[in-house]
């Protein structure tokens, strides 16, 4: 069993830049590659970025680039997803989730209940 636990979030105005953080714990935690995504109201929720167990691999979904960076410190169990010059379009609320490293809700097994990230205008 993993448990992921995520924070960071909050209001921010546009432009600014927000550093999300996603506490695992659970024996096989480490082993696990780790997802960023998000869901806005009204919408189904969507990869933003991946990363491999042992950090040296990331993806991003390809409206995702540039903007949010996926990083992992593994002598801490933690998963992060920095983004920044923030959009209103990027209120939703993250989860991370621990599974396969794919873009797919499906390949994971473990999820966070979510952080709200709200932009304002």
């Known amino acids: 069993q993993v448990q992921l636990v995520e924070s960071g979030g909050g209001l921010v105005q546009a432009g600014g830049s927000l550093r999300l953080s996603c506490a695992a714990s659970?024996?096989?935690?480490?082993?696990?590659?780790m997802a960023w995504f998000r869901q806005a109201p009204g919408k189904e929720r969507e990869f933003v970025a991946a990363i491999s167990w042992s950090g040296g691999s990331a993806g991003y979904a390809d409206s995702k680039k540039g903007r949010f960076t996926i990083s992992r410190d593994n002598t801490k169990n933690t998963v992060y997803l920095q983004i920044n010059n923030l959009k209103p379009e990027d209120t939703a609320v993250y989860y991370c989730?621990?599974?396969?490293?794919?873009?797919?809700?499906?390949?994971?097994?473990?999820w966070g209940q979510g952080t709200q990230v709200t932009v304002s205008s």
């Open positions: 659970g024996r096989t935690a480490s082993t696990h590659a």
């Open positions: 989730a621990a599974g396969s490293g794919s873009s797919r809700l499906v390949d994971y097994d473990y």
